[in-house]
C-alpha cells in the first residue's frame, strides 16, 4: 500500500521568512502527489499536483513543491510566508492499488506570526 | 466554493441512532469519496463510488453504508451511531478518478453524537 508521512505536527515561522512543510511517499510504481490546505472549520483545498515533469511545482496562493524521487519527498515551500497562510496542511498520494483514492498524511499545521 | 455540496453542515444527534449525510459532487464528476476526519486519526478513507458503482472501500464500518444515485448524488448513512462516531465527514468528487486527477473536497458535515 502506498502511505505518505508529514514528520512535523506544527511548524513555526515569522511572517516574511520562507516556509517549507515536509512530506516523505512511499509508492510501488510512479508517485501522484498533492497538497491541500484546511482552514478552521472549512473542507479541504487542493493547492498543487505533482505527475510528472518538472520536478518544480507551482500551485494557489504562491505556493510550490519540491519533487525529490531520490528522497522520496515533496516538500511543500513558499519564499515569504504570510500570517493568513495559518492553516492544516495535508500532503497525499493517489493509492493505484485501490481504486485511485487519495491516502493523506497526518497533517502539519502551519502558524505564521507577524 | 469547490462546486461540492455537503449537507446538513451539522448534525448533532444520540448514541444508537441513525443519520444520512448527504453530498452532491461537482458538475460533470463522475467519483464520489468519503472521508472521515477525527482529532486522533486524521483524515481516515471511507469509500469511493463512480458512476453509482462501488469502487473501493476503506476502514469503513459495517455499521456504515453508502450509495451513489443516477444523478450522481451520494448519501453516507450512518447507524447505530456512537460516541467514537464524532467526526467531521467530508465528500470529495473528482472527474474520473483517473491517478492525476485531483479532488474537490465539500465543506464536510459536522457530527456530534451524544
Known amino acids: 500500500a502506498q502511505s505518505v508521512a508529514q514528520p512535523e505536527d506544527q511548524v513555526n515561522v515569522a511572517e516574511g521568512n520562507p516556509l517549507t512543510v515536509k512530506c516523505t511517499y512511499s509508492?510501488?510504481?510512479?508517485?501522484?502527489l498533492f497538497w491541500y490546505v484546511q482552514y478552521p472549520n472549512r473542507g479541504l483545498q487542493f493547492l498543487l499536483k505533482?505527475?510528472?515533469?518538472?520536478?518544480l511545482v507551482k500551485g494557489s496562493y504562491g505556493f510550490e513543491a519540491e519533487f525529490n524521487k531520490s528522497q522520496t519527498s515533496f516538500h511543500l515551500k513558499k519564499p515569504s510566508a504570510l500570517v493568513s497562510d495559518s492553516a492544516l496542511y495535508f500532503c497525499?498520494?493517489?493509492?493505484?492499488?485501490?481504486?485511485?483514492?487519495?491516502?493523506f498524511g497526518g497533517g502539519t499545521r502551519l502558524m505564521v506570526k507577524p | 466554493d469547490s462546486g461540492v455540496t455537503q449537507t446538513p453542515k451539522h448534525l448533532i444527534t444520540a448514541t444508537g441512532q441513525r443519520v444520512t449525510l448527504r453530498c452532491s459532487p461537482r458538475?460533470?464528476?463522475?467519483?464520489v469519496y468519503w472521508y472521515q476526519q477525527s482529532l486522533d486519526q486524521g483524515l481516515q478513507f471511507l469509500i469511493q463510488?463512480?458512476?453509482?458503482?462501488?469502487?473501493a472501500k476503506g476502514n469503513i464500518l459495517e455499521r456504515f453504508s453508502a450509495q451513489q444515485f443516477p444523478d450522481l448524488h451520494s448519501e453516507l448513512n450512518l447507524s447505530s451511531l456512537e460516541l467514537g462516531d464524532s467526526a467531521l465527514y467530508f465528500c470529495?468528487?473528482?472527474?474520473?478518478?483517473?491517478?492525476?486527477?485531483?479532488?474537490?473536497f465539500g465543506q464536510g458535515t459536522r457530527l456530534t453524537v451524544v
Open positions: 458538475s460533470g464528476d463522475l467519483s
Open positions: 509508492v510501488s510504481g510512479n508517485p501522484y
Open positions: 463510488y463512480y458512476n453509482g458503482e462501488e469502487r
Open positions: 470529495a468528487s473528482s472527474v474520473i478518478g483517473g491517478q492525476g486527477t485531483e479532488a474537490f
Open positions: 497525499a498520494v493517489r493509492d493505484i492499488g485501490a481504486g485511485n483514492m487519495l491516502t
Open positions: 505533482y505527475i510528472t515533469g518538472d520536478n
